[in-house]
């Protein structure tokens, strides 16, 4: 992780050395601009990548901490990152390594949710992966070969383990908890950008099969966000809430990756709703409070950490994925196209004018409001600018596709309905331990209590 002291110091050398001159290495003037200057962003960010070197674990970015900066979750993203990159530019350079990727990550139920990262494997860590499978799938993305899991059944899978009971206790009334098994830290909180996945993925996969349960368990969530208050009637997005206190202790941080991850959930639900009004306001909702709280001065802005450069490392890859998100909610739900579409143009024009060329060591920072490099750079750094850059080819791409409009990927309804689960790992906490042991005790009570609430109210 890049420590803030050391973050701080390169700030002041940059300031000493008159950086900040826009870089004419970087332009998104013409359309052949934009494809150049994202192949040079995306070719730095796999300079990050070295899970295609011998000896290395192919999948994922250097990690987790303290073995490296990036937890798992982070390479999901950046493949989808690379997708989008490869359906904006057609440049298909990364494919190969792509697919190789997703598919050595899968894990032995192939739902995503391999034995290596259980330590800190979070509903939200999975969703991540399970997204960009989806978003392979919405791509016509070329499909594995046929004795290898497929794009649409992978995300199938996420989506059903996360649908399963043993996810939706009956603590806070419902929604899932952060993490995934009861071991981990921070299974006591449920959080937006978990169920934000959850949602994603749940309208996505409603749009594209056109199975009304999908959509079910999407109305569902969102009701559910919106009940506890993780979602205010203003649309802004809060962080999450422990389960010991109902939900009501809510960690008022926003992160703009919840915000992108609802906004373009409610943008397929438009979509698959066929332009209905209440998803038409809900999405308008999310758009107006996404820009507002988010860009200020047309220009994204982490806002929870940005100003005192708090970000942590996942934190610094927030600003790709919105401004993805964004543009691919204009695809399927065009009105917001006007509004939206023209502030993620200035926003990519500040991005890339924190980017530096060679002369002393190419890459993009962070704080696009100063429209200059400002000391600090990563994987995040580097997925935020590619993500801006190449989604201003968005009106140039075809939309996504559906099972009935030439999908090609095969899916599989069942995926993950026999997936291990963490079964196994629910047993009750034994006499001896004491720290949590009530509490865990209630919620595992609350969570069989659940299960028959669930059943008899058949949803
Ligand atoms: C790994 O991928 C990177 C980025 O595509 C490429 O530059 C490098 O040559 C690849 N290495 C191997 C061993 O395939
Ligand atoms: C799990 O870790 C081992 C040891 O580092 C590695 O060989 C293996 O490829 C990893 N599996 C996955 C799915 O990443
Ligand atoms: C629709 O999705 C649900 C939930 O995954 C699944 O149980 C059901 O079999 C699906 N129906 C069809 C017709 O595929
Ligand atoms: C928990 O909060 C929900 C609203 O989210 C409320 O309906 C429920 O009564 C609360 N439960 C307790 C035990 O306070
Ligand atoms: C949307 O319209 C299509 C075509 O008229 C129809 O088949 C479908 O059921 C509609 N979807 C919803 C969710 O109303
Ligand atoms: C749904 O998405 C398609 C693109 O696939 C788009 O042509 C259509 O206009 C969208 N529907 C609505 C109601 O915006
Ligand atoms: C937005 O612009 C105003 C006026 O130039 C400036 O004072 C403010 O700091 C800017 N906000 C951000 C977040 O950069
Ligand atoms: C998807 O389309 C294919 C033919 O294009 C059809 O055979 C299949 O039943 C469809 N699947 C679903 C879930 O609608």
Excluded at 43 to 49: G, T
Excluded at 256 to 261: D, I, L, R
């Amino acid at each position: 992780m890049i420590s803030i002291s050391r973050l701080a110091a390169a700030a002041a050398m940059v300031v000493a050395a008159g950086g900040g001159v826009a870089n004419a290495a970087y332009s998104i003037a013409t359309t052949q601009d934009i494809k150049q200057t994202a192949a040079t962003v995306a070719w730095d960010l796999l300079q990050y990548y070295k899970g295609n070197l011998t000896g290395q674990t192919p999948g994922i970015l250097p990690g987790p901490p303290p073995a490296g900066d990036y937890y798992w979750w982070e390479a999901g993203a950046m493949w989808g990152t690379l997708i989008d990159y490869w359906k904006l530019t057609g440049d298909d350079s990364y494919n190969k390594i792509i697919t190789q990727a997703l598919l050595w990550q899968v894990g032995p139920d192939k739902d995503y949710m391999p034995p290596n990262v259980t330590a800190s494997l979070g509903n939200d860590d999975q969703g991540f992966w399970g997204m960009s499978a989806m978003l392979a799938a919405e791509n016509n993305f070329p499909d594995p070969p046929e004795d290898q899991p497929q794009w649409l059944a992978l995300a199938q899978a996420v989506f059903n383990t996360q649908a399963s009971p043993d996810r939706h206790d009956a603590t806070c009334n419902g929604g899932l908890r952060w993490q995934i098994p009861w071991s981990n830290n921070g299974y006591n909180y449920k959080n937006s950008i978990a169920n934000g996945c959850f949602f994603n993925l749940g309208a996505r996969l409603a749009r594209y099969t056109e199975n009304a349960t999908y959509a079910m368990w999407a109305e569902k969530t969102w009701d559910w966000m919106t009940s506890v208050k993780l979602m205010d009637e203003k649309y802004n997005i809060y962080d999450g809430g422990h389960v010991e206190a109902n939900c009501t202790d809510i960690n008022r941080a926003q992160f703009s990756y919840n915000n992108g991850v609802f906004l373009l959930g409610a943008a397929y639900m438009y979509n698959y709703t066929n332009g209905s009004d209440l998803w038409r306001t809900r999405l308008e909702g999310l758009v107006d409070s996404t820009l507002n709280v988010f860009f200020p001065n047309n220009t994204a802005y982490e806002v929870a950490c940005e100003e005192h450069m708090s970000c942590t490392t996942d934190m610094l890859s927030f600003k790709g994925y919105v401004h993805r998100w964004m543009a691919t909610a204009t695809q399927v739900a065009p009105i917001i196209a006007p509004k939206v579409l023209p502030v993620l143009r200035n926003s990519a024009e500040a991005a890339i004018a924190t980017c530096k060329g060679e002369a002393n060591g190419r890459t993009c920072g962070f704080k696009w409001s100063t429209r200059a490099y400002d000391g600090s750079h990563g994987a995040g750094q580097q997925m935020n600018v590619l993500g801006a850059v190449s989604s201003l080819l968005i009106g140039q791409a075809r939309p996504p596709v559906t099972n009935s409009t030439g999908g090609t990927s095969k899916g599989d309804p069942n995926a993950g309905t026999h997936s291990d689960n963490f079964k196994n790992e629910r047993e009750p906490p034994t006499v001896g331990d004491k720290a949590g042991a009530g509490i865990l005790t209630i919620a595992i009570l609350a969570s069989v209590i659940g299960t028959s609430v669930w059943m008899s109210t058949g949803i």
